[in-house]
């Protein structure tokens, strides 16, 4: 397909930026990419901390997770029933971003939605990623008529409008967090099936695979032992934007009224809820729960663009 | 070649019919009594009996399916209760407004993200780079709804400059003699949008630029201006027709949340309608739609990749 120099992207990017300007220390590969003999982690690992965009990601992912499992602790509030004194306080006084239409602590309720939506968004983001990658190792390794009709499966599901899915489920059940992490594995598998399997097919042609093959080693074996642990980078980059993903989807679901009940508050839930009241200026109500949504999901595409970098993977459906 | 467009026909075809297969099982799973809701709750039981029998409700699901396909074949989505019109008849009213508010904003984003990802490309990690891959990531990590309603707050509600919902006239050129109702709607698709194409277009530049023949051409003297205008635009278009592809169901599904808030009276308005009042073969007939639609839009990207980049060959 695309033809590429051999050693591929690590050595691409002195060419291009060497021909014109000066030689850019920061865009040069890392040294430790040349002399890096032992091991690949380590290689890994620098060039993701190298990137400062992951960091931040990486900070904002740790404040986040601790504002909202560890901040009720600190900032205990009552979210399981409504003060119709307190509705539509601005910030200040005992509430420091103010009060909901039901009389809710923003502060408060920001940290109870980001429990279900980081609990949604990691379970999504790693059984979505386990299936697929299951599902295309073995689609790629067999090839053939499996691989035919295991790949055509997948582009049905790719086919079907996933907000439309969504819909005719929730009025088949009442949504749960169970259900709903279901639900959106059941869309978000397809992208790691098609990214592992793609690789798996040119993984499957290597000669340490060869060899197993020749000694006989079962399918199984060499799937689980030699091309799982291969595809690691793409498994890790997916995971991070699945995990992305799942929360905008969660949010946009809350907002179209198919999302989990008011019961459990979600930082979707909060914002769709929130601009109903735009017209009436209770921005607080808006604001709060949009910035968090938008800070987490940049923060974990950042560490994915990053880790994609670090893995030297190249992921065609982004 | 040939050989290669008839494979992804027959695949094309194959992976329609089973979008259409399992749409039908999933609506057929859904509760309620289509003749109870056609006929309304003082229907008497013979009328339901009746109902039941004409539509062919009572036969085994097989049947019913092969029924539908049959109807299909002949260009029939379906017939809307609620209205009583033809499922047909209601997206050739709304298709065409739909096509305002997708084709608009396609084009709209295809101008800018193809410059600003060129651009990136050229001057990588420069400040211009830096800039929009902070905006098209923010504008990626928004929830749509939320870009339409900033737009809304800013412009609609905080100054009066432009209308927040979309002209509700019966027809797209009646949509057209409404421009400034359009620019919203259009407005907030094209940024959802322009943040998707413009990283595609940069990476795709990117990877470009690396190319032995640009290497080549800047040997043989070119100048940078038509190394890039000849050889790394020319390019990078291929792309655009990936892009185009792709986004081809886009004009109807990814509307559906932009028609939602700004009241817009497309497809995806409908089908939000429809399952709320479970008009259930109107929301059949629409994802089936946006089903071969998006098939369809893939089989193009394909094949268009396919002629106009001479180095694949299958």
């Known amino acids: 397909m695309r033809s590429s120099i051999p050693g591929s992207g690590t050595e691409n990017a002195p060419a291009e930026a060497g021909d014109r300007k000066p030689v850019d220390v920061d865009v040069l590969p890392e040294g430790g990419e040349v002399a890096a003999t032992g091991n690949p982690w380590a290689v890994v690992a620098r060039t993701f901390a190298q990137n400062r965009l992951a960091m931040f990601g990486v900070g904002v992912v740790v ?3 601790l504002f909202s499992f560890i901040g009720p602790l600190f900032h205990p509030t009552d979210q399981l029933n409504p003060n119709l004194l307190e509705v539509h306080l601005p910030p200040g006084g005992g509430h420091l971003l103010g009060t909901d239409s039901q009389g809710f602590d923003i502060l408060g309720r920001l940290m109870e939605g980001g429990k279900s939506s980081i609990e949604v968004g990691l379970a999504v983001g ?3 990623t386990l299936i697929g990658l299951i599902y295309g190792a073995v689609s790629g390794f067999f090839g053939g008529a499996v691989d035919g009709v295991l790949m055509r499966v997948v582009d049905v599901g790719y086919a079907i409008p996933v907000v439309f899915l969504f819909i005719f489920m929730s009025q088949l059940v009442t949504p749960s967090l169970t259900l709903l992490i279901a639900l959106l594995v059941a869309v978000s598998w397809l992208i790691p099936a098609r990214l592992v399997r793609g ?25 689980l032992r030699h091309i799982v642990p291969n595809t690691i980078g793409t498994i890790m980059v997916t995971v991070t934007f699945q995990v992305a993903n799942a929360i905008l989807t969660l949010a946009v679901l809350q907002y179209l009224g198919f999302g989990l009940p008011p019961s459990t508050p979600t930082w979707g839930g909060m914002l769709s809820e929130g601009t109903t009241y735009l017209q009436d200026g209770y921005w607080w109500q808006v604001y709060p729960p949009l910035f968090i949504i938008v800070i987490t999901v940049v923060a974990f595409n950042f560490i994915g663009d990053a880790l994609q970098d670090a893995f030297d993977v190249r992921l065609q459906e982004r | 070649m040939t050989g290669y467009i008839i494979r992804r026909l027959g695949e094309a075809i194959i992976v329609t019919l089973g979008v259409t297969m399992i749409t039908f099982a999933l609506l057929h799973l859904l509760p309620g009594n289509l003749a109870h809701d056609v006929l309304g709750p003082r229907a008497s039981p013979q009328e339901l009996a009746q109902f039941t029998q004409q539509n062919g409700l009572n036969r085994p699901i097989y049947v019913q399916y092969w029924l539908f396909l049959e109807k299909l074949l002949h260009g029939n989505l379906g017939y809307s209760y609620q209205y009583n019109r033809s499922v047909d008849s209601l997206l050739a009213s709304e298709l065409p407004r739909d096509l305002v508010l997708g084709g608009l904003s396609l084009i709209f984003a295809l101008l800018i993200a193809i410059p600003v990802g060129v651009a ?17 990531f923010l504008l990626y990590s ?16 905080s100054f009066h400059v432009l209308p927040a919902e979309a002209p509700q006239s019966s ?9 400034a109702g359009l620019v919203l709607p259009v407005a907030s698709l094209t940024l959802v949008t322009f943040a998707q194409f413009s990283r595609y277009m940069r990476s795709s530049a990117i990877d470009t630029l690396a190319q032995d023949y640009i290497r080549t051409a800047r040997a043989k003297g070119l100048s940078e201006r038509l190394v890039l205008w000849r050889h790394l635009l020319r390019n990078s278009l291929v792309t655009v027709v990936t892009l185009v592809g792709l986004s081809i169901p886009l004009v109807i599904t990814g509307t559906l949340i932009i028609e939602q808030v700004f009241n817009f009276p497309g497809a995806g308005l409908e089908y939000l309608q429809a399952t709320l009042s479970n008009d259930y073969e109107v929301m059949l007939g629409i994802t089936v739609l946006v089903g071969v639609v998006t098939v369809l839009g893939n089989l193009v990207a394909d094949i268009g990749y396919a002629i106009l980049d001479p180095r694949i060959r299958y």
Do not use: C, K
Not at chain 2, 142 to 157: K, T
């Open chain 1, 126 to 128: 790693i059984i979505a």
């Open chain 1, 63 to 65: 404040v986040v997770t």
């Open chain 2, 142 to 157: 928004m929830p749509q709804y939320a870009i339409a309603l900033l737009l809304i707050q800013f412009l609609s509600i």
């Open chain 2, 120 to 136: 990136q490309a050229v001057r990588r990690n420069g400040v211009l780079d830096y800039t929009s891959t902070g905006v098209s």
């Open chain 2, 171 to 179: 027809s797209a050129l009646g949509m057209l003699a409404h421009p």
């Open chain 1, 199 to 223: 690789e798996t097919l040119s993984l499957r042609t290597r000669e340490y695979v060869q060899a197993v093959q020749v000694m006989g080693g079962r399918s199984w074996r060499i799937i």
